[in-house]
């Protein structure tokens, strides 16, 4: 690789690493839980809201209904995170739910899963960027002017992080996401404190608004709708629960262990926070609409289009440290931060699953390989590129996107669930151990009302999303599906055409002979030594072809040829019409015709030249002979190349660069520890 290329390569994503250094890369619990979790972690920012949100259509007196909505969740969130503990022991090599699908339901379910995934992944992305950018826009005027650029902006930065290797990303998303969670639970603990024990009255600045209700008296099945409604929003609070069971590779020793203690330190903080914030957002009277310009009123009147509608967690913040602090700063500045970092869960998720899905011929091979710094960098950009290609189409309005989201997540849940019961039935049936009989129902049990909550909430998210835009993830399922489906015939399709046979076949057969023809356009070196190499593969019958398009030009090549004396009958093929790739291709498809045994071996002398631009000045009908005969049955094709100065001296350039390392290529200092000198003593 150039200087050109190399440079900017070295100094963005850091040296190259060895294959024997991967793993160095894997992770500790406390990095891995800001590296996998910040998804859930971070939807504490937004859940809350977005429940409060489909609550006010009913008007304010439907709040009351918030805390058991958030029990509901929480009971969710437990069940989830639970059932997953199952998983990641059951199945600790990294394939998460699409491993289990695939093995005990089927290849069509784990198909299924996978799709859902790959899309919740994607629509993490752009959902958590689009989020992050309306908080920031809230105080910098320019990121709101420019929402698409900036969300296209942080994308680009989140990808190079992830190309650095994914501990060095997480050790840099670790610092906000503690910050974040921490600042939450300081506001959790002081607005109790100020609450319960000081009594003091924390009012949020919508307390004194009202809410202009769009349906009032709300009652039978359209308040079940709403509150269910209300639920599969709040749900949002779960997506990537399930990026730690399809990441448990990338964590340290014992992996299946590491990943379940962290699955319930993640399932523990998120509960609490989601709760908590809850608990004082109806403790402050926070007051939100889906239209606030006009459903939200002061004495009566309306906001207008000019107030600015601030999250929950920000109202609460500001009630409960007080406009302007010190906290009330650091935890505005967190939230912003770690929904920028939320997607990180997806940057771990999405290319490990496409490297899984990639080694079953699923997806393409080169999603499977390992980049310079032992990440997937074809997953980390294809991801970047979906995203931002969702974040252009929705403008990057987390409100439209949000619609699409969790569809995909509670479907990989629900068929995961399912499978892990089928796992259990089938060792259960074998197991003679009372100890592990007894270990394996209770976890079938845990796994099987893990299946039948999830399926309800799946129904539920379908019945109360599809109209409002979860028909488009349904539809990006489907679009997975059918690529992922059609790749995998292909694979296999080109599997068994060249697989070896066991016994004697056609491909072994030798040819009857071997037909050479030497393409001649000139006499120069480079056809002098194409000659020379024809004459050195001892073919059955050796000639030189050569194509008659300026008559003059063709004389004189044959007076040359006179001249010289070459020992190789020299063939004209006539073209009317001046072409040259025609008549050849029509000469050795009529070899072929008459000798069907016979190979016909074409041998084209090419230039090899040292700059890019020289390419396009020759062997551009060499290339266009290759492409045509790389069709036509029993042809072989042999370039034998002539290099001219341009590309010594390339080669010399290249012999240069080999000996440079491009900056942080290599570490400096001693390679290896020097020994401690003895001390004298016997």
């Not at 409100?399 to 990989?412: H, P």
Request: aromatic residues 8%.
């Amino acid at each position: 690789m150039s200087k050109l290329t190399d440079v900017p390569k070295r100094i963005l994503i850091g040296r190259a690493l060895r294959s024997d250094r991967l793993g160095e890369t894997l992770l500790p619990k406390r990095i891995a839980l800001p590296v996998f979790a910040s998804d859930p972690l971070s939807s504490v920012a937004y859940a809350p809201g977005e429940v409060l949100l489909v609550l006010s259509i009913a008007g304010v007196s439907a709040y009351h209904f918030s805390p058991w909505i958030a029990v509901a969740v929480v009971v969710l969130m437990f069940t989830v995170v639970a059932s997953y503990r199952q998983n990641v022991h059951a199945y600790p090599s990294g394939g998460g739910d699409y491993e289990v699908a695939t093995t005990n339901l089927g290849p069509k379910a784990g198909l299924t899963v996978a799709s859902a995934l790959l899309v919740d992944y994607v629509l993490t992305v752009a959902v958590s960027i689009s989020s992050g950018i309306e908080n920031l826009g809230s105080a910098i005027p320019f990121v709101v002017e420019h929402k698409v650029f900036c969300a296209a902006a942080v994308i680009v930065l989140l990808t190079l992080m992830n190309l650095r290797g994914v501990k060095e990303s997480g050790k840099l998303f670790a610092i906000p996401t503690y910050v974040f969670v921490g600042g939450v639970f300081i506001m959790i603990a002081w607005g109790a404190f100020r609450g319960l024990v000081l009594g003091d009255t924390m009012r949020a600045p919508t307390a004194d608004y009202h809410i202009k209700a769009e349906h009032q008296g709300l009652a039978g099945f359209a308040l079940v709708f709403l509150l269910l409604r209300a639920f599969s929003s709040g749900c949002a609070a779960l997506t990537g629960v399930e990026a730690i069971s399809n990441g448990v590779p990338a964590f340290r020793k014992p992996k299946s262990k590491n990943a379940a203690t962290t699955l319930a330190m993640m399932g523990l903080l998120a509960v609490t926070m989601f709760c908590g914030i809850i608990a004082l957002a109806m403790t402050t009277k926070v007051r939100m609409a889906e239209r606030p310009a006009t459903d939200l009123l002061h004495n009566g009147v309306p906001l207008g289009s000019g107030y600015v509608q601030n999250p929950v967690i920000s109202q609460v913040a500001e009630a409960v440290f007080g406009k302007g602090s010190f906290l009330f700063v650091l935890l505005a500045a967190a939230t912003a931060l770690v929904l920028f970092l939320a997607a990180n869960t997806a940057y771990n998720g999405f290319p490990l699953l496409g490297s899984i899905l990639a080694q079953d011929r699923y997806l393409p091979r080169q999603l499977h390989t390992r980049g310079d710094r032992l990440a997937f960098s074809n997953g980390i950009v294809l991801l970047a590129g979906a995203a931002m290609l969702l974040v252009f189409i929705y403008g990057a309005d987390s409100t439209r996107l949000i619609q699409l989201y969790i569809v995909g997540v509670f479907v990989s849940f629900t068929l995961s669930q399912t499978g892990m019961v089928r796992h259990w039935n089938r060792h259960l049936r074998v197991e003679k151990d009372p100890a592990k009989r007894s270990h394996m129902i209770r976890s079938r049990a845990i796994n099987a009302f893990g299946a039948f909550f999830t399926g309800l909430v799946l129904v539920v998210v379908l019945v109360t999303k599809f109209t409002h835009g979860a028909w488009v993830a349904l539809l990006g399922m489907c679009i997975f599906y059918a690529t992922m489906t059609a790749i995998r015939k292909h694979y296999d399709r080109v599997a068994e055409e060249i697989a070896a046979p066991e016994g004697p076949a056609d491909d072994m057969v030798r040819p009857s002979r071997v037909h050479s023809v030497v393409l001649i356009s000139k006499i120069h070196r480079p056809t002098l030594r194409a000659l020379a190499y024809a004459k050195l593969m001892r073919s059955d019958t050796l000639e030189a072809l050569t194509v008659n398009v300026d008559p003059a030009e063709t004389k004189a090549l044959r007076e040359e040829w006179e001249r010289r004396g070459i020992d190789v009958p020299l063939k004209v093929l006539d073209s009317p019409y001046r072409e040259i790739t025609r008549p050849i291709i029509e000469y050795v498809k009529g070899l072929r015709k008459e000798s069907p045994r016979d190979a016909v071996s074409v041998i084209i002398p090419e230039y090899v030249v040292g700059h890019w631009y020289e390419h396009l000045l020759h062997n551009q009908s060499a290339l266009r002979l290759k492409g045509r005969l790389l069709f036509t049955p029993g042809v072989m094709v042999t370039s034998v190349p002539y290099q001219l100065a341009s590309s010594e001296a390339a080669r010399a350039r290249a012999r240069k660069r080999q000996e440079w390392n491009a900056p942080g290529a290599v570490r400096r200092g001693p390679a290896v520890v020097r020994p401690k000198e003895p001390s004298g003593k016997d």
